[in-house]
């Protein structure tokens, strides 16, 4: 199992889960964070075992984004890690997941701070679930930055454009009822709970078949800019050979003799 010194990787079960570990900086991005994180993802989708991953955040915060004393000049942590970047130079977007879609399913579990790249980094999840007090926001404006991390082309296609450009042009924070008021997050939990509420959607998940919910996964994302009628085509594609495997005979087994399902990927 992989990670970095910035980034913990263990399993619960089906589920892996990646947590952001540099809670002296509040999770702030750093060189080993990002090449634990894009090792996790590729690890994810390698892993048939895994069904399911939860990126969360310790010591209370989810990511509060780019490490500014690093981007001002003052250096980077982990300089060893640099000829990872060397002979991938695209590394870092497919980390923050702008380059890079993991067929799992990916539960963002948020408590604190998700601001600036953390929010852009929760753009590329599935679900996501936050704590009462978590903060979200994209701050780059402030700075005199540009939230490049794909939130102005994403953005505004997960939420509604006003609030999009709001969030964009103001730099102001949100709260986590105000976020998922305005569709940022799906379900806000009191805090200090994210995770347990994570790890149990997860758990769902995992006890679904693992090749009906990659496929209605990458549905979803390759109809999203389709016609309706090129989706709907699209849908078929994909959807048709799940109904010939035999974990979806085995579903409609257990189904009829009242038993939980037995899904080997088949």
Request: aromatic letters at 6%.
């Amino acid at each position: 199992m992989g990670g970095t010194e910035h980034l913990t990787v263990q399993r619960e079960g089906a589920t892996l889960v990646l947590t952001l570990n540099r809670p002296e900086a509040k999770n702030a991005l750093s060189l080993p964070m990002l090449v634990g994180l894009y090792d996790g993802w590729l690890e994810a989708d390698a892993d048939d075992t895994v069904r399911s991953v939860v990126l969360t955040g310790a010591g209370g915060s989810f990511c509060a984004g780019m490490d500014l004393k690093a981007l001002a000049g003052k250096g980077m942590a982990g300089e060893q890690y640099r000829d990872r970047l060397k002979a991938d130079p695209d590394l870092h977007w497919k980390a923050m997941l702008r380059h890079h879609r993991p067929r799992k399913p990916v539960i963002a579990a948020v408590e604190g701070y998700c601001v600036a790249g953390g929010t852009e980094i929760l753009q590329g999840t599935d679900i996501r679930i936050a704590g009462d007090t978590a903060t979200f926001g994209l701050f780059e404006v402030k700075r005199g930055l540009f939230p490049i991390g794909g939130s102005t082309v994403r953005l505004p296609r997960q939420i509604a454009r006003t609030h999009a450009l709001e969030m964009l042009l103001t730099g102001r924070p949100y709260g986590a009822e105000e976020a998922a008021r305005i569709g940022l997050v799906g379900r806000v939990v009191p805090a200090g709970t994210a995770l347990e509420a994570a790890l149990a959607a997860a758990e769902q998940i995992n006890a679904c078949g693992p090749l009906a919910v990659e496929a209605v996964k990458a549905s979803v994302y390759e109809t999203a800019e389709l016609t309706e009628t090129d989706g709907l085509a699209a849908e078929l594609a994909r959807g048709w050979p799940i109904f010939e495997t035999a974990d979806a005979k085995e579903g409609a087994r257990a189904f009829a003799e009242k038993r939980p399902p037995v899904y080997r990927r088949e």
